[in-house]
Each structure stands twice: as structure tokens, then as C-alpha cells.
Nanobody, 124 residues
Framework: VQLQAFGGGWVQPGASLRLSCAAS????????MGWFRQGPGKEREFVAG????????KYTDSVKGRFTISRNNAKNTADLQMNSLKPEDTALYYC??????????????????WGQGTQVTVSS
């Protein structure tokens, strides 16, 4: 399966963006999905994850209450709705797929399929 992330852009603080991750060459319903980001001069970090059936989600503390991850297995997509964006959310955002157990969801080493990244810039 291949992943493509899109939907990034430049927005002002407080605005919203919706990132989408589309799969091709396979189906996503056998994968847990995650969104990661890498800000300027920073290491890549876990942002959000969602279970195979969409019933369970996980977020890093800095985005809780602002970001929502969702998926549509019929459409082979996984989205990240980002509200109340802050300058510190500026980063290259990646979607990724993993078959790892839920308890290791935040560890990028276990993700074998990655999208190409989409840039999000939050600035006034």
C-alpha cells in the first residue's frame, strides 16, 4: 500500500486545516493509522493515531482538544482535523500505517508505510 498526504498550507494562528491521507495499492482496514510531524530543527514526533476500526484514538498532549483524527475505511482515507492552530504546530506532517499493537502506536520505528509529508505553516 502507498500513502499520500495532502491538505497542508499556510494559515494564521487560530485557523483550521484538514489533512487527508489517501491510500492506493491496498486497503487500510488492516492497519492502525498515525499522523506524525517534524517541526523546524526538531525530531519527528507522534501527533495522533487511530485504530483499525476507528473506535480508539490517541493524541499527544499538545494537540488534545484541538486535533481530531478520523478514518473512512470504505474510502481508504485517514484524516486529521486541526483546529485552533498555533505557530508551534508548524511542521511537515506525515501519515503512516502500522500493524503494531496499540500499545506501541506512538513509536515511529514500527510504522512501515509512510506518506510523503504535507507542510503546515501557522504564522501571522
Amino acid at each position: 500500500v502507498q500513502l499520500q498526504a495532502f491538505g497542508g498550507g499556510w494559515v494564521q494562528p487560530g485557523a483550521s486545516l484538514r489533512l487527508s491521507c489517501a491510500a492506493s495499492g491496498g486497503t487500510l482496514n488492516s492497519y492502525n493509522m498515525g499522523w506524525f510531524r517534524q517541526g523546524p530543527g526538531k525530531e519527528r514526533e507522534f501527533v495522533a493515531g487511530i485504530s483499525r476500526n476507528g473506535g480508539t484514538t490517541k493524541y499527544t498532549d499538545s494537540v488534545k482538544g484541538r486535533f481530531t483524527i478520523s478514518r473512512n475505511n470504505a474510502k481508504n482515507t485517514a484524516d486529521l482535523q486541526m483546529n485552533s492552530l498555533k505557530p508551534e504546530d508548524t511542521a511537515l506532517y506525515y501519515c503512516a500505517a502500522t500493524t503494531v499493537v496499540w500499545g506501541r502506536l506512538t513509536e515511529e520505528v514500527f510504522y512501515k508505510v509512510w506518506g510523503q509529508g504535507t507542510q503546515v505553516t501557522v504564522s501571522s
